[in-house]
T-cell receptor, first 115, second 112 residues
């Protein structure tokens, strides 16, 4: 079974631009979560989508948004990029029924650099 | 507020010996715990998990112990191998909320 895939792997943008990152979960997985990893803040939860609905959201500004499609693929968008948005953005998927907890499997990440 | 803490940023162990990585948490609502291994510029790789209804879970060379009263978990790797050298993260979540809280990681170096 193929793992979680993320595109693109690397991205360079300038301040003020916007960016869209894509994530394809493991086949059959319905939950997709996004995380940001930075040297200063570590791994932090951004948001989670299940059946095209955002169920949980971390403590990030509204410039960070996402969506999930009917095939469980997900995208996250960051508008008005700031230098501090430079990070490794990780997507994780899990086969999750409501009310249960399941292991999250991570993709390789997208390295975003904001100049 | 760091709800999951890994107080040892690094650990060095001789090949063949036991590696013990520790993790503490503050939120008593956490009931599912995981360990991940991570290389630079890659996503975390799942190693092992444990539910709060258990106090031990084994998978090959990896064993996770959970002490709920102390809000402490540990990962034992026996025997340690050079390929185990990586950064290890513990993570915690609450059942029904699929967001993980991560520790800051421990860099394990296994010396041949």
């Amino acid at each position: 079974k193929a793992g979680v895939t993320q595109t693109p792997r690397y991205l360079i943008k300038t301040r003020g631009q916007q960016v869209t990152l894509s994530c394809s979960p493991i086949s059959g997985h319905r939950s997709v979560s996004w995380y940001q990893q930075t040297p200063g803040q570590g791994l932090q939860f951004l948001f989670e989508y299940f059946s095209e609905t955002q169920r949980n959201k971390g403590n990030f500004p509204g410039r960070f948004s996402g969506r999930q499609f009917s095939n469980s693929r997900s995208e996250m968008n960051v508008s008005t990029l700031e230098l501090g948005d430079s990070a490794l953005y990780l997507c994780a998927s899990s086969f999750l029924d409501r009310g249960s907890t399941d292991t999250q499997y991570f993709g390789p990440g997208t390295r975003l650099t904001v100049l | 507020d760091q709800q999951v803490k890994q107080n040892s940023p690094s650990l060095s162990v001789q090949e063949g010996r036991i590696s013990i990585l520790n993790c503490d948490y503050t939120n008593s609502m956490f009931d599912y715990f995981l360990w991940y291994k991570k290389y630079p510029a890659e996503g975390p790789t799942f190693l092992i998990s444990i539910s709060s209804i258990k106090d031990k879970n084994e998978d090959g060379r990896f064993t996770v112990f959970l002490n709920k009263s102390a809000k402490h978990l540990s990962l034992h790797i026996v025997p340690s191998q050079p390929g185990d050298s990586a950064v290890y993260f513990c993570a915690a979540s609450v059942t029904g909320a699929n967001n993980l809280f991560f520790g800051t990681g421990t860099r394990l170096t296994v010396i041949p």
